[in-house]
DNA sequence: CACTTGACCTGTCCGC
DNA sequence: TGCGGACAGGTCAAGT
């Protein structure tokens, strides 16, 4: 689920919703989904305070008082959940995907002082949480090897470009994906910001010219922020810190349209399997 | 090193 | 209705 807009929806709620919450308490049924040991989780975790929201790529970064930070990666189908008093969302279906929590799919759940909680639901198990020091925090290696921010004020469509000549002779799609040339890419708006570029996902980068790498640059921000700007892209599982679902879906010109008419040329979009994932795209207009 | 494929999991959907 | 297989938004470890 959540690429680069999903998490940044999730920090934006969790950044109003829990900072300056006291931890009390924390459980766990699968132990990879919360890796740390029991000890480390009293010393580091219980008692602490939320200080601050942070995210690089699609990693959420939950700062503590302690001077740990819980380092979350939702992968593919991980949702982290607030919950007040009040039920979030309950009784409005097409706004909120879960009822009641916890629920089947809960691997986490972390309780406040103020008797409110946050849950970290994950059906398929990929995701993780895990407490990091958070000075250590940028020498995770996953940390050290990823790429620019493409949202960055300062990153500009040269910087862009140059991050793919390592990788010349693999599909611009599989390049893109790759989280150590640019930050925070998935499959949704690869797909979207390659139709928006009208490059065929296939090509590979040797062969895609500077004026297509700065309008790839400008789509992919355009669908980024846009995606932001809907509360990210819900296709079955992804809901942000209230359980609410994003709206991006409603705007996609490719992602899950297969069969279904390209809104630039007329042609039908086609779903094909590339770099082992599925691939949206107008045959007719992305060359 | 660059590149590709399989593994990690559960749930759903599609064809027989 | 049941059953097998393919597939799903991500990343790593292995393999070539």
């Not at 959420?60 to 001077?67: D, P």
């Not at 921010?149 to 990153?155: A, N, V, Y």
């Not at 010349?168 to 989280?179: E, F, P």
Request: include cysteine; charge should be neutral.
């Amino acid at each position: 689920m959540p690429e680069l807009p999903e998490v940044e929806t999730v920090r934006r709620g969790l950044a109003t919703l829990i900072v300056g919450k006291k931890v009390v308490h924390e459980s766990h049924d699968w132990p990879k989904s919360f890796p740390n040991t029991k000890a480390d989780v009293e010393q580091f975790l219980i008692g602490a305070n939320i200080t601050a929201i942070n995210r690089r790529a699609k990693v959420l970064l939950i700062e503590l008082s302690s001077g740990y930070t819980l380092v979350t990666h939702l992968k593919m189908t991980g949702q982290i959940v607030f919950r007040g008093d009040a039920v979030f969302g309950a009784g409005h279906p097409n706004d909120s995907l879960i009822g009641e929590l916890p629920d089947k799919s809960t691997r986490v759940t972390i309780d406040f002082s103020d008797g409110s909680h946050l849950y970290f639901n994950d059906q398929r198990k990929f995701g993780w949480m895990k407490l990091y020091p958070t000075l250590e925090v940028p020498e995770i290696d996953f940390m050290k090897r990823v790429g620019p921010e493409p949202l960055e004020d300062d990153f500009t469509a040269k910087d862009f470009s140059v991050r793919f000549t390592r990788r010349k002779n693999t599909s611009i799609k599989a390049a893109l994906l790759d989280q150590t040339v640019v930050a925070g890419v998935g499959n949704i708006y690869a797909d979207e910001s390659l139709w928006g570029a009208q490059i065929d996902p296939r090509r590979k980068v040797g062969d895609v010219s500077g004026s297509e790498f700065e309008r790839l640059y400008e789509e992919l921000r355009y669908v980024m922020n846009l995606a932001i700007e809907k509360g990210g892209s819900t296709d079955k599982n992804y809901v942000d810190a209230e359980g609410k679902r994003g709206s991006y879906m409603d705007f996609a010109r490719v992602f899950r349209r297969e069969k279904q008419l390209c809104p630039r040329c007329g042609a039908i979009i086609t779903k094909i399997k590339h770099a082992g994932r599925g691939t949206h795209v107008c045959e007719n207009c992305q060359t």
